[in-house]
């Protein structure tokens, strides 16, 4: 085994692949509900750009066209109510799991080095402190931020502090006070705090805000970065199409090290997100479709028996039937559906599983019709 192997956790959907048989058995097929990827097509208009940009022999620069910079800072100012954004402010990057996995050896981190993550989370942020060689650990988010976040954590050694809202898996929203205690916190004792917030556009029964908003900081972006991706809001999982927002001052070093390590988004991926940056009407028509589809699956599991947990936002219904998660992965496999066990996202989630509805109407049509 090799020492980076080493230090990984096993892949968790390997787990899923005896169920995931299980269920493609079915005589209708398999209904897989256990991955977030987008299944609709790409917005015409998006499409449209990365076809124009298409002719792009040379290569493209790690901190993206001006036309870029321009479309990500308007957005910020547009949507998230960030205020005096400059090109200084944003970063692209090549999806937002690469910068998760590599962040903390990006960041200098190693041995001693702490960072921590929801107790319950995208499996990435463990990733990326292992393999940095870091120190890692899981906190309790709600009760961090009830407690003025004063006595969930330790600061001593701890160096990058990983918070997001909407959350993957529970599709928990922290309020806009947790997260002004959150980020005062952070800076209080020194600690870089990253917010993820890809799910931010897809709020459904909270309205979710960023760090990067005024009423949060104070007006001030030091020592704070929020994540962004277009693969939810606009289909573009295939692109691998993110960007970061905050610290110049984290910012500029982490540019350098892209720049060496040619971490660069394509010229045509680039001129796409501009596109897609720029029209708010396909994130509406998408967040209807799986309003839709989010509407129909959850009526069906709790008719089933199922209890539906936080699921404020994002595209997942965290759900319980008040049993080992491995047991109902292994009753709705049965039925042909295959969900993502609570486990995978930490101990914290061994009686729930997370159901997405990224699935096409057809599909999740089905899913309903075994249900009943």
């Given at each position: 085994m090799s020492a980076v192997s080493e230090r990984l956790p096993t892949f968790p959907w390997d787990k899923l692949e005896p169920y995931k048989k299980t269920a493609a058995a079915h005589p209708d097929g398999i209904v897989d509900l256990s991955v977030g990827t987008p299944v609709d097509p790409v917005p015409e208009l998006i499409q449209k750009a990365l076809i124009e940009?298409?002719?792009?022999?040379?290569?493209?620069?790690?901190?993206?066209?001006?036309?870029?910079?321009?479309?990500?800072?308007?957005?910020?100012?547009?949507?998230?109510?960030?205020?005096?954004?400059?090109?200084?402010?944003?970063?692209?990057?090549?999806?937002?799991?690469?910068?998760?996995?590599?962040?903390?050896?990006?960041?200098?981190?190693?041995?001693?080095?702490?960072?921590?993550?929801?107790?319950?989370?995208?499996?990435?942020?463990?990733?990326?402190?292992?393999?940095?060689?870091?120190?890692?650990?899981?906190?309790?988010?709600?009760?961090?931020?009830?407690?003025?976040?004063?006595?969930?954590?330790?600061?001593?050694?701890?160096?990058?502090?990983?918070?997001?809202?909407?959350?993957?898996?529970?599709?928990?929203?922290?309020?806009?006070?947790?997260?002004?205690?959150?980020?005062?916190?952070?800076?209080?004792?020194?600690?870089?705090?990253?917010?993820?917030?890809?799910?931010?556009?897809?709020?459904?029964?909270?309205?979710?805000?960023?760090?990067?908003?005024?009423?949060?900081?104070?007006?001030?972006?030091?020592?704070?970065?929020?994540?962004?991706?277009?693969?939810?809001?606009?289909?573009?999982?295939?692109?691998?199409?993110?960007?970061?927002?905050?610290?110049?001052?984290?910012l500029a070093p982490l540019l350098e090290i892209r720049k060496h390590g040619g971490m660069m988004t394509s010229a045509p991926t680039q001129a796409a997100v501009v596109a897609a940056l720029g029209d708010d009407e396909h994130v509406r028509v998408q967040r209807d479709r799986y309003a839709a589809r989010r509407k129909a699956l959850r009526e069906a599991l709790e008719a089933h028996g199922f209890r539906i947990e936080h699921s404020e936002a994002s595209l997942y219904l965290w759900a319980t039937r008040d049993e080992s998660c491995w047991t109902t992965v292994a009753h709705l496999a049965d039925l042909g559906i295959l969900a993502a066990p609570g486990d995978f996202y930490g101990e914290a989630g061994a009686r729930h599983v997370r159901v997405a509805f990224t699935a096409t109407d057809e599909r999740v049509a089905a899913a309903v019709r075994r249900l009943a």
């Open positions: 940009a298409a002719d792009s022999p040379g290569y493209p620069t790690v901190w993206g066209t001006p036309a870029l910079r321009d479309a990500i800072t308007g957005w910020l100012e547009r949507r998230l109510g960030a205020r005096e954004v400059t090109y200084r402010h944003v970063l692209p990057v090549v999806g937002s799991k690469e910068l998760v996995a590599w962040l903390p050896t990006q960041l200098g981190l190693g041995p001693g080095d702490r960072v921590a993550y929801p107790r319950l989370a995208y499996p990435t942020y463990e990733v990326g402190a292992r393999l940095a060689r870091a120190d890692y650990e899981a906190y309790d988010t709600e009760t961090f931020a009830a407690t003025a976040a004063g006595t969930e954590l330790d600061p001593r050694g701890l160096k990058l502090l990983w918070l997001n809202s909407p959350s993957n898996p529970t599709g928990k929203v922290l309020s806009k006070e947790e997260l002004t205690r959150i980020v005062a916190w952070a800076r209080s004792h020194g600690v870089l705090l990253f917010s993820d917030e890809c799910y931010l556009e897809l709020g459904w029964e909270a309205d979710p805000v960023s760090v990067l908003h005024p009423d949060v900081n104070g007006g001030s972006y030091d020592g704070i970065v929020a994540v962004h991706s277009l693969s939810k809001r606009s289909n573009l999982a295939g692109y691998r199409a993110a960007f970061l927002a905050g610290d110049p001052a984290v």
